[in-house]
DNA sequence: CCTAGCAGTGGACATGTGTGCACCGTCACG
DNA sequence: CGTGACGGTGCACACATGTCCACTGCTAGG
């Protein structure tokens, strides 16, 4: 009685999750089949049941895994504060590290968020655009949007997390060699420098 | 003899792309069978290899298509030229408005981009880096760029390339409600200029 | 005119798919 | 100590899918 019950529950659910990553590698939800996703766990098509409804509620599940560990790093990102030049450096380095080590997650959201089903899609979404909001309260606090609207703070942050998330979207993409990610990472950081130059001289000349 | 054969063949060759392009509405190329599109088009299975060897095929097909279009909006932007501020509004109006037109396209290649065969996805990014480094081209012939290096000049065509994409992205996602959409387009023009305003003050300041 | 070529047909086959049902063995709890 | 709940099995069914093959009818070119 090493094992409880429901442990071994748990080891198959989990088997099932790794499954279907790692089958979302090169192809996409609304392509993968309850089947396929069996045979590679090693289990029979029905057992599938005991665990989720169907592929799209594994696929809601995915999501929700992949966003806790997600804002599990903004956390990291968070804690790196205020020391204002280099929060640009440490912030990317600790997304491309997490990406590297999340691969499969950061994959399977950037496929599932313009793929995928409906409810999958909008999950991805609701999300994104609450990291979205995170940040703007962040930039908020930030030196020298004392006087910034809301909807400008908004706006740039809208601005920053899609350049983050193209840049999540390059290195996954990308062939795993050291020097193309080095240059993903060099992009990132002056496109970041660029932005928040336009942020810093914004409300001073309109 | 009012419409010939090749004609016919042609026809029917669009209507396949027509269904193909309204059954990835809500699916994917790869969640796409060949069986579907016969049905739509109200032809037999075996006659869709008359016109493609395969879905990845079509899906190619739809890429080269979707792109002659976008092009030809480039160049409608591009001759809206040099008359600094208003360019920002004009280039955004005018990609709004093709987005809206070329509604089942951009959709496509939206979705393709991240999902989608391994051959379509390349031809996709491919045809966008193509556009990144014709815009950075472009801005190299603006005023104020004239000491930037080639690697900002890419960089910064990167980033913008990137906003309009997202861009697209959100039209087509969103319902079309138009205030909705104006919201979308007025975020888009503030993101233009916290950009471009970045840009103006880049090689002054480091 | 008539014949070869070609878009489109119709059926068939092997294989993959989702899901229903009866069943089994074992851990957990009263 | 039992017994019931539950993870997992095995089989079955009704369909969907890609592709092969022999075919038909029309039309464009010699």
Same mark, same amino acid.
Request: aromatic residues 4%; contains cysteine; negative net charge.
């Given at each position: 009685?090493t ?29 993968? +089949? &309850? =089947?396929?996703?069996?045979?590679? @766990?090693?289990?029979?098509?029905? /057992? $599938?049941?005991?665990?989720? %409804? *169907? ?13 806790? +560990? &997600? =804002?599990?790093m903004?956390?990291? @990102?968070?804690?790196?504060?205020? /020391? $204002?030049?280099?929060?640009? %450096? *440490? ?10 080590r999340?691969?499969?997650?950061f ?11 409906v ?15 995170e ?10 949007t ?5 909807e ?7 601005l ?7 840049t ?23 496109q ?15």
């Amino acid at each position: 009685m090493t094992v409880t019950r429901g442990e071994r529950k748990e080891r198959t659910r989990r088997a099932i999750l790794d499954a279907a990553l790692t089958l979302c590698e090169d192809s996409s939800l609304v392509a993968l +089949s &309850l =089947r396929q996703v069996a045979k590679e @766990v090693g289990i029979v098509p029905t /057992a $599938f049941y005991r665990h989720f %409804d *169907s592929i799209e509620d594994l696929g809601l599940a995915l999501v929700d895994e992949s966003f806790v +560990s &997600l =804002r599990a790093m903004l956390l990291d @990102v968070r804690r790196s504060d205020p /020391a $204002f030049d280099d929060t640009i %450096d *440490s912030s990317i380095d600790i997304l491309v590290d997490h990406v590297r080590r999340q691969h499969q997650h950061f994959q399977f959201i950037v496929r599932e968020r313009g793929a995928g089903p409906v409810s999958v899609r909008t999950a991805i979404n609701r999300e994104i655009e609450l990291c979205q909001q995170e940040l703007a309260t962040d930039l908020a606090r930030l030196p020298g949007t004392a006087d910034w609207s809301p909807e400008d703070l908004r706006i740039l942050s809208a601005l920053i997390v899609t350049a983050m998330v193209a840049t999540a979207e390059a290195i996954v993409r990308s062939p795993d060699s050291p020097e193309v990610e080095k240059q993903i990472v060099e992009d990132a950081r002056v496109q970041l420098r660029m932005v928040l130059i336009g942020a810093l001289n914004w409300r001073s000349r309109t």
